[in-house]
């Protein structure tokens, strides 16, 4: 069974992410996405809220699962037993930024690290931007799944 590992923050998840999971259970059995926790980190949304937005936009694809770890992804990876990484890319910054990141991952672990290119539709949507809109009261649900909506 090929299972990949699909790790972030999600705070919140995007219709960015929403699109490389939905391409992403086309080419794995399985996709655990993997909310990261960082105690140094200020998020907008609990964990409790981000499994829970996570769960529910994926509650109709019995191939994607949710959990939480802490400490490096690799590590999570060996420990439940996931050969391969999935990781988004939007631009050429995150090329060079993750692909650091999936050489140093190769050196800890024998996880191979996959990349798929966003659509041209959700290239330019991220966490930090949508945070961002939120706290400025602009219209956010246009660039997050349905379900994802501030109380």
Known sequence: MKRALFPGSFDPITLG???????????????????GVNADKKYMFSLEERKK??????????KVKVATYEGLTVDFCKK??????????RNPADFEFEKA????NRDLAPIETVFLLTSAQTSYIASNIVRDVIRNNGDYTKLVPKNVRVK
């Open 53 to 62: 937005f996570i769960e529910e936009t994926f509650a109709h694809e019995p």
């Open 17 to 35: 992410h929403y699109d490389i999971i939905t391409r992403g259970v086309t080419l794995f059995d399985e996709i655990i996405v993997a909310i």
């Open 80 to 89: 439940i037993d996931v050969e391969f990484i999935l990781r988004g890319l």
């Open 101 to 104: 990141i999936a050489h140093t």
